[in-house]
């Protein structure tokens, strides 16, 4: 989904070298259309820079 990231919430990223990774959102950048998410990759924590395009937000259901 494009726009309208807060932050905190938790992404998937769904292009690039880290898709799949899920992370939350550090960072918005809304006139470059940018995020900075931290993810774990080998249990160390990392910030990269995606696009909004690259990401996609999760949407938890409760189950009833």
Same mark, same amino acid.
């Given at each position: 989904?494009?726009?309208? +990231?807060?932050?905190?919430?938790t992404v &998937?990223?769904?292009?690039?070298?880290f898709t799949? +990774?899920?992370?939350?959102?550090?960072?918005?950048?809304?006139? &470059?259309k940018r995020l900075k998410v931290r993810v774990s990759v080998f249990t160390k924590e990392t910030l990269i820079d995606l696009s909004f395009s690259e990401?996609?937000?999760?949407? +938890?259901?409760e189950d009833k």
């Amino acid at each position: 989904m494009k726009g309208s +990231f807060q932050k905190g919430e938790t992404v &998937r990223i769904v292009a690039g070298a880290f898709t799949a +990774f899920t992370g939350k959102v550090k960072e918005i950048d809304e006139i &470059r259309k940018r995020l900075k998410v931290r993810v774990s990759v080998f249990t160390k924590e990392t910030l990269i820079d995606l696009s909004f395009s690259e990401v996609q937000k999760l949407s +938890f259901t409760e189950d009833k």
